[in-house]
T-cell receptor
Framework: KAGVTQTPRYLIKTRGQQVTLSCSPISGHRSVSWYQQTPGQGLQFLFE???????NKGNFPGRFSGRQFSNSRSEMNVSTLELGDSALYLCASSLGVPVSDTEAFFGQGTRLTVV | TQLLEQSPQFLSIQEGENLTVYCNSSSVFSSLQWYRQEPGEGPVLLVTVVTGGEVKKLKRLTFQFGDARKDSSLHITAAQPGDTGLYLCAGERPSGGSYIPTFGRGTSLIVHP
């Protein structure tokens, strides 16, 4: 079956702009989580959506937001981009139930560069 | 301060050598997971350890969960170039009445032919 698909793969934006990233989970998976990966901080959890509701949230400013649609596809948005937002943004999908007992499958990520 | 500390940060070895990477914490985890991430790809789950003292084997990879469930190790026997990648340990930490995923910063392994 098809894996987790993230688009676009690469993106270059200017400081102050906003960006929207997309994630299509594995068919049948209802949970989508987003992560930011940087060389300095490693892999950090942004938020998780399950059945169109945010179920968990990490410690990121309000400029980072997300949503999930009825078909489980998810988008994340970063507003007022800063240079420090340059990172690999990863999406992971899982069945979602029970909450922490299902394997997460990651996409290839979106490489965002802010200049 | 990183909740999950991984060591070493970098490892460069020759094919055929053995190696061990560590994942340590001062906190107790109900389970820990190990992932491998190859360049340009997302992490792939290798194993989940749940019981203190548990040992799991995946071909040449041996995973151990500490008795107190605060640490874990990954041992690779006779490493091969295909083992090259970033090895990440992960668990869940309490946050605001819930639990959220937390990752170590990883061990970057290069196996030279």
């Amino acid at each position: 079956k098809a894996g987790v698909t993230q688009t676009p793969r690469y993106l270059i934006k200017t400081r102050g702009q906003q960006v929207t990233l997309s994630c299509s989970p594995i068919s049948g998976h209802r949970s989508v989580s987003w992560y930011q990966q940087t060389p300095g901080q490693g892999l950090q959890f942004l938020f998780e959506y399950f059945s169109e509701t945010q179920r968990n949230k990490g410690n990121f400013p309000g400029r980072f937001s997300g949503r999930q649609f009825s078909n489980s596809r998810s988008e994340m948005n970063v507003s007022t981009l800063e240079l420090g937002d340059s990172a690999l943004y990863l999406c992971a999908s899982s069945l979602g139930v029970p909450v922490s007992d299902t394997e997460a499958f990651f996409g290839q990520g979106t490489r965002l560069t802010v200049v | 301060t990183q909740l999950l500390e991984q060591s070493p940060q970098f490892l460069s070895i020759q094919e055929g050598e053995n190696l061990t990477v560590y994942c340590n914490s001062s906190s107790v985890f109900s389970s820990l997971q190990w992932y491998r991430q190859e360049p340009g790809e997302g992490p792939v789950l290798l194993v989940t350890v749940v019981t203190g003292g548990e040992v799991k084997k995946l071909k040449r990879l041996t995973f151990q969960f500490g008795d107190a469930r605060k640490d874990s190790s990954l041992h690779i026997t006779a490493a091969q170039p295909g083992d090259t990648g970033l090895y990440l340990c992960a668990g869940e930490r309490p946050s605001g009445g819930s639990y959220i995923p937390t990752f170590g910063r990883g061990t970057s392994l290069i196996v030279h032919p």
